[in-house]
């Protein structure tokens, strides 16, 4: 079974800077998915990024940018300019494929709680 | 606002008791997911449905159902509650068929057992 490791509970940053939020998972697939989901206050699940494991290039979306290592099985986010709308707990996912066989649903790791600072 | 709608958005109920969450998935969408959040047990998945067919079973125990009917939308029902299922209840939706489609989540329902 596919398992998602977040080693840092919480983190801070302060508003402007940069930050990166690191994700390892374990899988002995070759095709699968890789997300980053946002949870602010409102507890709303909101995707950040979406990174497919065949695509070598990183995905970016806007100020998110991620360092996907497949070999090492690593998938850090990265937020550039950090604002105050950006503290919340985030989580990293794994998603399986067909071509794997695999379910469709999401392994989470527990989350890394992010404060931005003033 | 992902699409996605739930209701209630809180729910408070008694042990033993039976409850049912339900769960509108986006326009156009097959596939509805249930999630379950909780402080012990993190986000873990329940439940997969595809267009009224059960796909995916996850940790969802006997004392929990789901169902999705014919217009594609879905529900959780949770019977003889006990306090451990306290949680918030996330429903999540995608276009289905392929397996390679981002899920989108509702803004989920809080339940509280007393």
New interface residues.
Partial sequence: AQTVTQSQPEMSVQEAETVTLSCTYDTSESDYYLFWYKQPPSRQMILVIRQEAYKQQNATENRFSVNFQKAAKSFSLKISDSQLGDAAMYFCAYRSTPFEGGSEKLVFGKGTKLTVNP | D?GVTQTPKHLITATGQRVTLRCSPRSGDL?V?W?QQSLDQ????LI?YYNGEE??K?NILERFSAQQFPDLHSELNLSSLELGDSA?Y?C?S?VGG???E????G??T?LLVL
């Fill in positions: 992902s596939s997911y999630y993190g986000l873990q998945f997969h796909r995916a996850g918030l996330f999540a995608s392929s397996g390679r981002t899920q989108y989540f803004p989920g809080r």
